[in-house]
């Protein structure tokens, strides 16, 4: 699986026009505020069957963090 095209599908929920997300790529630079990351979040664990911590949704501010979270999470190297 994928993790970066998994991604790119679930934030084109909250950003629609935007193109070529890239693991650089910022929740800012996507338009998304806190509460469209907490959903987001809530999808990827889903998604992934995996539990992010409150505590460490402060510290996710790309999607690059959504990547070492979900590898963290799941054991798995990330794939993309």
Known sequence: MN???????LVREYAPDHH???P????EELGM???????FMLKVEEKFDIVVP???MLDLHSIQDV???ISES???????
């Open 3 to 9: 993790y970066l095209e998994v991604l790119d599908q």
């Open 20 to 22: 070529n997300l890239t």
């Open 24 to 27: 650089e790529t910022t929740f």
């Open 33 to 39: 505020d806190g509460i469209d990351l907490v959903d």
């Open 54 to 56: 409150d505590s460490k």
């Open 67 to 69: 990547l070492d979270m």
């Open 74 to 80: 799941t054991g798995q190297e990330e794939k993309y």
